[in-house]
């Protein structure tokens, strides 16, 4: 009896996990696509993201540590160039690209596009040999991307840009978390924790798009009338409050996939994200 209990147990815990992460991915999918129909800027608000993101982690870290009264893990500046770096610059890519094919395309196309990180991660596990080969897993993979493929193909309108941009994501995308899962699932990183992992990521990603939104964005955002040649103060505060509250949805997303993956798989995470994006189109 020990055994289907234990089975059972796990399978609830795994639910949980995925219809936390739904929450939160539906909420942010909408969200970002609201807010790009007035606020063109859109690594300027991944930017501001990952601030929010970094001092809500900082703080919580704070919070535990004065709880429990043991000191939360630091990395050394070995471990955090080698190990932290490429999976931040990974993330920070496969969000930026996300969050600007917005401007472009439709949430059909998006999520269309956005379905073959599945192809990536499972093809990236395998290299990094965190799944063994398996036919049928394969196969279900590959069957539940045609599906949704064929699913979408005729109700999106098609924009090569923005196309191009999403298909990047999701190739940075099955890089991403697969280092993610090597990087939290290692322990003697101390990194299982998802509110550590989120700390020890957030600079380097900021770091990493920032040369992105310098080349593409700052010019044209120093000279918006959404933040800095406001003539009212009405509209900042609302730019603001809404930009703000994308972070907090950003922080609830980014916790939900590290739990996510830190308990079951990255593949396991994508392939929820297949069901979530059949649930939105």
Wanted: proline fraction near 4%; charge should be positive.
């Amino acid at each position: 009896m020990a055994f289907p209990v234990q089975f059972i147990c796990r399978a609830v815990r795994t639910v949980g996990l995925v219809l936390l992460y739904y929450i939160f991915s539906i909420g942010i999918t909408f969200y970002n696509k609201w807010l790009m129909k007035g606020f063109h800027y859109p690594l300027f608000m991944t930017l501001v993201h990952l601030t929010i993101n970094f001092c809500l982690s900082a703080l919580t870290r704070r919070v535990m540590q004065s709880w429990t009264g043991k000191p939360r893990i630091i990395l050394s500046w070995t471990d955090y160039l080698h190990k932290v770096a490429p999976t931040a610059l990974t993330t920070a890519l496969d969000i930026g690209l996300s969050n600007w094919s917005f401007l472009f395309i439709t949430i059909s196309l998006y999520t269309m596009t956005k379905s073959s990180a599945v192809l990536f991660i499972l093809f990236f596990s395998l290299v990094f040999k965190l799944e063994e080969p398996n036919p049928f897993l394969i196969l279900v993979v590959l069957l539940i991307s045609c599906g949704l493929f064929m699913f979408t193909f005729e109700s999106t309108q098609f924009n090569l840009e923005g196309f191009i941009m999403v298909l990047l994501a999701s190739f940075v995308g099955g890089i991403r978390w697969t280092l993610t899962q090597v990087l939290i699932q290692k322990a003697e990183l101390g990194l299982q924790n998802p509110i550590d992992a989120m700390y020890h990521l957030q600079p380097i990603m900021f770091l990493g798009l920032f040369p992105l939104f310098m080349y593409n964005e700052a010019s044209s955002l120093g000279t918006s009338e959404k933040l800095f040649r406001v003539t009212e103060f009405s509209p900042l505060l609302y730019s603001l409050f809404f930009l703000s509250a994308g972070g907090f949805l950003a922080f609830g997303l980014g916790f939900s996939e590290f739990l996510l993956v830190s308990r079951t798989s990255s593949l396991t995470l994508s392939i929820s994200g297949i069901f979530k994006i059949r649930a939105l189109l």
